[in-house]
């Protein structure tokens, strides 16, 4: 039996997590839990991480003595460090403005097909590529360190870069599994700044002095990569009986696709604007970045509604197909005045805006389920991979109205949970390490079906309602 600590980062908070994982048993505890947004400064929006830091030190000293430490985050941000191994100011936000229009002006020196061509990855405004295009600081930096690979730096003094969070740079090669140093080059960043890649499974380094003292472990506690970007830790968790499953990873952000062998790097994917993101195990996650319940978080944060279970209920019962959005419209992207952005966008498309916050809920969740299955339709149509069954996963598999309307959506049933999906394959990656007998991820995706509830959503409803208000939303982009 291994016992594991397992720190899961997400856009909106972070936790510490207890793991236990042994013959037919796989548990996990929350023993910290903290929060974690932007803060801006003057014109910068920011993270905290030395709060992140000092947070997730709380959280291993209440853990108590562990067999492992594994860090999981949020894909495209980073941290840089000197050549003396000090932080480079704060860590940007990926919602910072500083990418407006970087985008457009590196894709006149780099084609869209080139890019795609080498790192097969979604075309999105705050990719680590035109991130660092913008970034202030290069000059200073001498090594790169992603979000987990920096917090692992802080715990251990190693420096590396897991490989499943390196493929979201857009700076990776995802056929060679390296990082393109051509690409680097032509778009001006030092391709001497990447530290050496590393595996889900490696050994990053044991705890140095400090973190020792700060947290009573044994020094000789080993932080061990896992898949360090959170979906691909969750993707891990999913617990599909077969390959013909897809996933929905619904949290902040939606990553709705496919697990696959190889990339897909085809005109079409490209056209279509889907990634190809490393897996463990060497998987390729086949999917697209769908705005999730951010929209709602930030409806509820202007209302000042914190009772979600209230806000569904009422939804349940208003209209359906009454308003409409295109969710991944750029106005949702930053934070604001989320229910009036969703007005504006009512007028400019023609529609009468919500007249409640029931209503706008339902408008909300219904154009989520209408994102998803265009994007789901697509991804089997363009991998030529038929699915069976829809496994939403994550802290979105407890809304249960979303799960019922993506059911309905998408015409397969949803089968919601685990909740905790990317500290589960946090955990499941490390106690694989660690010695346990867990060979594959067919292996730790049994444990999971064995030792974790779902909940099962069959599609009800009109097909035709669906395809008439999916024709209606996206023909109004």
């Not at 075309?123 to 360190?145: D, M, S």
């Not at 996933?247 to 902040?252: A, D, H, K, V």
Request: proline residues 5%.
């Amino acid at each position: 039996m291994k016992r594991v600590a397992a720190v899961d980062l997400g856009a909106s908070s972070g936790r510490v997590m207890l793991g236990v994982v042994g013959d037919a048993q796989l548990e996990l505890s929350e023993v910290h839990r903290f929060w974690n947004g932007p803060v801006r400064l003057r014109d910068t929006l920011h993270w905290d991480v030395l709060h992140l830091y000092r947070s997730v030190l709380d959280g291993l000293r209440t853990a108590g003595s562990v067999d492992g430490i594994g860090i999981d985050s949020w894909a495209v941000d980073y941290g840089l460090l000197d050549a003396s191994g000090r932080l480079i100011g704060n860590p940007v936000h990926y919602r910072d403005s500083r990418t407006d229009g970087v985008m457009d002006r590196v894709l006149q020196t780099i084609s869209t097909e080139e890019l795609y061509d080498v790192t097969g990855l979604q075309q999105l405004p705050f990719n680590t590529i035109y991130q660092l295009v913008a970034e202030g600081f290069l000059g200073q930096a001498e090594t790169l360190l992603m979000i987990p690979d920096l917090l692992g730096y802080w715990l251990t003094g190693e420096t590396g870069a897991e490989r499943t969070n390196a493929s979201t740079t857009q700076l990776y090669d995802v056929r060679a599994r390296s990082w393109s140093s051509e690409l680097a080059e032509r778009v001006g960043v030092p391709a001497s700044v990447f530290p050496k890649l590393r595996e889900p499974g490696d050994v990053v380094g044991t705890l140095l002095p400090e973190v020792v003292e700060e947290t009573g472990l044994d020094p000789a506690t080993p932080v061990i990569a896992v898949g360090s970007h959170d979906t691909a830790s969750s993707v891990v968790a999913v617990p599909a009986a077969d390959e013909r499953f897809a996933y929905i990873s619904s949290g902040t952000w939606s990553l709705v696709g496919l697990e696959l062998e190889s990339p897909v790097l085809s005109a079409e994917a490209r056209e279509a604007n889907f990634t190809n993101e490393g897996g463990v195990d060497g998987r390729i996650r086949f999917l697209k970045n769908v705005m999730g319940l951010w929209i709602l978080q930030e409806c509820q944060r202007i209302w000042g509604a914190d009772d979600l279970p209230a806000l569904l209920r009422d939804a349940a019962d208003a209209s359906p197909f009454a308003v409409l959005i295109d969710p991944d419209a750029p106005e949702f992207l930053a934070p604001g005045n989320m229910p009036r952005r969703i007005e504006e966008h009512c007028r400019a498309t023609g529609q009468e805006r919500p007249r409640s916050q029931a209503a706008t809920v339902r408008c909300i969740l219904e154009s989520l389920a209408l994102a998803y299955r265009r994007t789901l339709r697509l991804a089997q149509t363009i991998a030529d991979r038929p699915v069976d069954v829809l496994h939403v996963i994550g802290g979105g598999s407890q809304n249960e109205l979303l799960c019922q309307l993506t059911a309905d959506a998408c015409g397969l049933p949803v089968l919601a949970g685990p909740v905790e999906a990317s500290a589960l394959g946090n955990v499941l990656v490390q106690a694989r390490a660690l010695g346990e007998p867990l060979p594959d991820l067919s292996a730790m995706r049994a444990l999971v079906r064995s030792t974790h509830q779902l909940r099962r959503y069959e599609p009800q409803g009109k097909p035709a309602d669906w395809d008439a208000a999916e024709s209606r939303t996206f023909g109004a982009r």
